[in-house]
């Protein structure tokens, strides 16, 4: 079993500035990372909200300068699966597929992840004019006709915010009421650029390299219709919000959560286990960014310090 100071799970942006503020600290710190460094932020082609990103950045870019500043800080990165944490104690546990470690403290910064529509061509043009973040992708739609897809308060809250970008925006909804508080129904229907599909869902999304149409199913009569790009246009947009889960399972009465599954933290990171912090989009918390998640990991990974100081 390898020991170290500080665990990370997760080499996204809060994961990855956990790391370099750990590192420069000069805590012994690995991260463990399952799939692929950077998290939601890698299925984004190009960042413009985050300070200093110009518009050469993409997320890989981003994240690949990230992973290098935490390794020239000495910090280890391994590509595993966590799959069982003790966290209780002075010693904390992380049991891996292909290993085992031991920390003094942990910061969780595993990410979430949006609820996909389950559709053929939906993974292979997600970033390509499938999107899942409004804030991160409305700009690039400027005078384009785009498609949101669900009827609950985060698809018509982000309907509203695409209206200010895009010509037109059609809300694709499986029933004909809409989930949404009636507050925020109110503002939609009297939204001029707003339009509803009722009772529809997606069935396919078409594109070679970007969306270009797609087939919707009316679920009451069956109908299939195929909704075309407009031909000066070429492509338009489609934003699932269809819910949004934390990658948290693991975590699941072991850590405080809301009733949403997301970690309770104080404003230091802290969860309600000693030594144990959470970071970014697992974390209960108003705004899903990387400029919040990298906050995030700094204060965590600050905190994590202290917190062995005091221990040792
Ligand atoms: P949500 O409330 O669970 O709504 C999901 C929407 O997507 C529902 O309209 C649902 O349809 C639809 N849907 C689910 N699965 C689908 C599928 N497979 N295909 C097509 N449509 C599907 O999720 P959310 O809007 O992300 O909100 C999550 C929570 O955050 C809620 O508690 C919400 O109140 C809260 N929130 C609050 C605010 C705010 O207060 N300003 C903003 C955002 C989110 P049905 O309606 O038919 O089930």
């Known amino acids: 079993m390898k020991k170290y100071d500080l665990v990370i799970i997760g080499a996204g942006p809060a994961g990855l500035a956990a790391g370099l503020y750990a590192g420069r600290a000069r805590l012994n710190t690995l991260i463990i ?82 609820v996909p529509i389950g559709c053929p061509g939906e993974r292979e043009l997600s970033g390509k004019g499938v999107s899942y973040c409004a804030t991160c992708d409305a700009a690039f739609f400027e005078d384009f006709e785009v498609y949101v897809v669900g009827g609950g308060d985060s698809a018509v809250e982000e309907a509203m915010y695409l209206t200010k970008f895009a010509r037109k925006v059609t809300i694709i909804h499986r029933r004909d009421e809409l989930r949404a508080a009636k507050s925020i129904q109110e503002k939609a229907f009297a939204n001029p650029k707003m339009n509803f599909m009722w009772d529809s869902v997606v069935e396919e999304i078409k594109g070679d390299g970007l969306v270009e149409s797609m087939i919707v199913k009316n679920v009451k009569t069956g109908e299939l219709t195929e909704i075309k790009a407009d031909e000066e246009d070429g492509t338009f947009g489609i934003f699932v919000f269809i819910g949004f889960k934390p990658n948290s399972d693991l975590f699941d009465g072991k850590v405080q959560m809301d009733e949403r599954k997301y970690i309770i933290t104080d404003d230091d990171m802290k969860t309600d286990i000693p030594g144990v912090f959470a970071a970014g989009d697992i974390r209960k918390k108003s705004l899903r960014q990387v400029v919040t998640a990298a906050a995030d990991g700094a204060i965590a990974a600050v905190q994590a310090g202290k917190y062995i100081e005091e221990h040792e």
């Not at 399952?34 to 994240?63: A, R």
């Not at 990230?66 to 992380?94: A, W």
Request: hydrophobic share 35%; net charge negative; with cysteine.
């Open 33 to 114: 990372e399952k799939q692929k460094n950077g998290g939601q932020i890698v299925i984004t082609s190009e960042i413009e909200n985050y300070p200093g990103c110009l518009d050469e950045e993409t997320g890989p870019s981003l994240i690949d300068r990230m992973v290098k500043q935490t390794e020239k800080f000495g910090v280890d990165h391994v590509f595993d699966t966590v799959t069982d944490v003790e966290l209780e104690g002075e010693e904390k546990v992380i049991k891996c597929l292909n290993g085992e470690y031991n920390a003094k403290a942990v910061i969780i910064a595993a990410g979430a992840h949006p």
